[in-house]
């Protein structure tokens, strides 16, 4: 069974510039999730789907980070403009279903903002 | 909302011994609590996972306890070898179809010689 997928592994960006990250989650996972990890802490939720409708963004800057999932498939998490802090690893997960709750995560995107 | 507190943050131990790495959590409608290993610069892996309906989980050498009354659970590892260094990390969430993991901050295990 093939894992989440996810690209660019590393992407080096300006403050102010934009930039996007791309997840595919196992297949047949209705549920996608985004975290962000800072170095030196735990993973935190940015935004949950399921199927392609957001169950929780509470915790996601919207001023500046967005992410869609349209074919209930892929995602994509964009942010615009980055700032410096938000250089972290970007975890994409996915489970079979929201009710089933053993997340299987991507390897990541390594964001750095100079 | 949730909130877990892990520790402790580092815990260097001989080859051989045992280590023990403790979460308290805030939220007591918490019934899924998972462990996950995180090597340098890899994924989260699901190493053991316990719900709220059992008391202790062992797989081989790992085992994790839950005590729902004290709203606390701890990940325990026997005969440590040098490949279970890295970072562990526990978490807590409700089942149901927004089931957010809220992750605590890890805890750094270095397994010596």
């Given at each position: 069974?093939?894992?989440?997928?996810?690209?660019?592994r590393?992407?080096i960006i300006?403050?102010?510039?934009s930039?996007?990250?791309?997840?595919n989650p196992?297949?047949?996972h209705a549920?996608l999730?985004w975290?962000?990890q800072?170095?030196?802490?735990?993973p935190?939720?940015?935004i949950?789907?399921q199927n392609?409708g957001v169950?929780?963004?509470?915790?996601?800057p919207?001023?500046r980070f967005?992410?869609?999932?349209?074919?209930?498939v892929d995602?994509t998490?964009?942010?615009?403009?980055?700032k410096?802090?938000?250089?972290a690893?970007?975890?994409c997960?996915?489970s079979?279903?929201?009710t089933?709750?053993e997340?299987f995560?991507g390897?990541?995107?390594?964001?750095t903002v100079l | 909302?949730?909130?877990?507190?892990?520790h402790?943050s580092?815990?260097s131990?001989?080859?051989?011994d045992?280590a023990?790495?403790?979460?308290?959590y805030?939220?007591?409608?918490?019934?899924?609590?998972?462990?996950?290993?995180?090597?340098?610069?890899k994924?989260?892996?699901?190493?053991?996972?316990i719900?709220?309906?059992?008391?202790?989980?062992?797989?081989?050498?790992?085992?994790v306890t839950?005590n729902k009354?004290?709203?606390?659970f701890?990940?325990?590892?026997?005969?440590t070898q040098p490949e279970d260094s890295a970072?562990?990390f526990?978490?807590a969430s409700?089942?149901?179809?927004?089931?957010?993991?809220?992750?605590g901050t890890?805890?750094?295990?270095?397994?010596?010689?």
């Open positions: 069974e093939a894992g989440v997928a996810q690209s660019p590393y992407k300006e403050k102010r510039q930039v996007a990250f791309w997840c196992i297949s047949g549920t999730y975290y962000q800072i170095l030196g802490q735990g935190k939720l940015l949950q789907f392609n169950v929780d963004d509470s915790q996601l919207k001023d967005s992410a869609e999932r349209l074919k209930g995602s998490l964009k942010i615009q403009p980055a410096l802090e938000d250089s690893v970007y975890l997960a996915s079979l279903s929201g089933i709750n997340q995560f390897p990541g995107t390594r964001l | 909302g949730e909130n877990v507190e892990q402790p580092t815990l131990v001989q080859e051989g045992s023990v790495i403790k979460c308290t805030s939220d007591s409608a918490s019934n899924y609590f998972p462990w996950y290993k995180q090597e340098l610069g994924r989260p892996q699901l190493i053991i996972d719900r709220s309906n059992v008391g202790e989980k062992k797989d081989q050498r790992i085992a839950l009354t004290a709203k606390h701890s990940l325990h590892i026997t005969e970072v562990y526990c978490a409700r089942t149901g179809t927004a089931s957010k993991l809220t992750f890890g805890t750094r295990l270095q397994v010596t010689l």
